[in-house]
C-alpha cells in the first residue's frame, strides 16, 4: 500500500458534471485535455465525451479566444466531466469562463503575472467557490519582459546545473504568486510545476511537496508521441506516485488523448492507486516455443474484455506450458497455448482444450460466465490460487515441432 502525502483537498463539479476532489483522501484522479478547438463546439462536445466514457475524470479545454469561452456556455449543458479552462496570457478569458460556468482554472505565472489582473481572477473563483490550479511550466518560466531579470535567468539555465536553475525559478515563482492567493485569503488551489526532463519534474515535485499542502498536478510537458512519451511520462510520475507524491495526473501525447486517459488509468490500477474497472489482462512475451499465433490472440482478447467484462477479472494469455502455470498464478481466468490448441482453466479448474481458431471466442465465454457467476455471488475474484500442473506436452497439447518442420520446409536438427 503507498502511503500518500497529506494535502489539502479541493472540490470541483457539480451534479450534472459529477463532483471530483483532489487530495487529501480522495483517490488520485486522472485528467486529459480536447486536441481540437473549442469553438468548434459539437467537435469539443465528442472529445469531452469519449474522453470521460475512456475514464477522464477532469478534463481540460484551451480558451485563447473570446469566442472559445463563449462555446463553453454551449458545451457545460452537454457533458457530464467537471471542466478546466486553462488560460495563458490573457486574464480576461478566466473572467468569461467563469461566467460561462467553467468549474476550474488554470493560470500560468509565466504569462499572467500583473497582481491585480490574478486578483481579479482570485475574487471571481472565490465568490463562486471554483479552484485554481497554478501551473508553471519549464517552457514559459523565464523571465520574458524584464530585460535583467531574463538575462540573469537564461544566465542559469545554460549553466552545467541547468536543472537545479530551473527548480530555483520554478519555486521562486511559485511562492511569488501564492503570496497574492494568500493575501487574498484563497486556498482552493492545486500546484503543478511540469518539465520535459524526467529527472527535473521529479526533483521539482518532490521539493514543491516539502514546502507546500496543496493538491499536486503531476505531468511531463510535451512528453512527446506516445511511443517514446509513455516511458518519458511514466517513469517520473510512477516514480512520485509510488512515493505518495501526487494526487491528480495528466499525461501529455502527441497523439489521440483517449490514450493519455487510458496509460494514467492503468498507471494507477498497477500501483493500486485506483480500483480497476474492466479486466486485467497478462501475457506471455512469446518465445521460441511458440505453436500459436500469440500476438494476435492477445490483441483480440484485449479489444473483447474491454467491451464484454465489466469486473477486474484477471485473464492470463500464455504461450505454452513451459513458465505459463507459474507466470499466470492468481489469474481468474488462463489460457495456455499448444499445438494450435489451447486448454482454458477458471480458477485452476480445466474447462476447455480447443483449437486455435476457438480460442478467443471460448476464453470469452469462460470470462463472461465467470463474471456472471461472481456477480451471483456463487465465486470470488482471485479467491482461488491458480495451482495448475503443467500438462504433458505431447499428450493434450501436442508436440507441435513435427508439423511445424513440415510445414515450413525444414528439417529439425536430431539430438542424441
Ligand atoms: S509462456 Fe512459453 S511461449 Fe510464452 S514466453 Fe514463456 S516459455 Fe515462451
Redesign the pocket.
Known sequence: MIQRRKTRKVTLGDEAHGIVSIGGDAPVSVQSMTAGYTYEIDACVAEINRLAAAGADIVRVAVPEKKDTAALREILPRVTVPIVADVHFHFQRALEAIDAGIHKIRLNPGNISDHAQVRDVIQACKARKIPIRIGVNEGSIVERRDKQKRMKELGGVFSDNKNGHFLAIMIAKLEEYLEIFHAEDFHDVVISAKSIDPLLVVDAYKAISERFDYPLHLGVTHAGPKETGTIRSVVPLGHLLASGIGDTVRISYANDPVYEVEDGLELMYILGLRTRIGAELIA????G??QVDLFKLVQDVRKQLEKEIKLPIKVAV???I???PG?AEGADVAIFAGDRRGIIYVQGEKVANVPEEEILSRLLIECAEFEAKVNRGEARLGEKKVAILPPDPIGELGSGWEKIEKDRGVSLPVVH
Open positions: 506471455c512475451p512469446t518465445c516455443r511458440i500464455m504461450g505454452c513451459v513458465n505459463g507466470e
